[in-house]
């Protein structure tokens, strides 16, 4: 291999492992909160059975103060994960700058799909609920690009 090759590899690597460094963070990010949500309820779960048997007030707030504190630190987890994640950062300019290229390339004009000769012989169960379209004033069946046979009256 020559010294270009081995600099586009490891730049490809080096995408590699950012394009999953990217994913990573980004599934931590929606499961830590729910995780710390769980813990904080499973930790709660013994006050609230207790309150149930025996009301109190500052038990109500102790256990209305841990829900307040377990949500408090599920979001700034969510956050932080969230932010090391660069997947949020320019999606939009991603997706604008992916459906120029495609504007460009495939925007010519379309091509109204073949019909083959011959009328459509596939059941309703086959072809599926309103399975056909219409190319030049005539009407065809998507499965098989047949001509819908005409329904008489």
Request: glycine content about 6%.
């Amino acid at each position: 291999m020559t010294n270009a090759e081995h600099e586009e590899t490891i730049s490809m690597l080096k995408k590699i492992v950012e394009a999953s460094d990217r994913t990573n963070h980004a599934v931590r990010g929606l499961v830590r909160p729910v995780l710390i949500q769980l813990v904080t309820s499973l930790l709660l779960l013994p006050l609230v059975l207790y309150y149930v048997f025996i009301p109190s007030g500052g038990l109500l707030f102790l256990i209305g103060l841990g829900v307040v504190v377990g949500g408090i630190v599920a979001l700034v987890a969510l956050v932080s994960e969230l932010s090391m994640s660069k997947v949020l950062h320019n999606v939009k300019g991603e997706v604008s700058k992916q459906s120029e290229s495609f504007t460009k390339k495939e925007a010519a004009t379309p091509k109204a799909p073949a019909i083959a000769p011959g009328t459509c012989d596939c059941s309703f169960f086959e072809r599926g609920a309103f399975a056909t379209m219409l190319v030049d004033e005539t009407k065809i069946c998507v499965r098989c690009r047949k001509q819908m046979p005409q329904k008489s009256s």
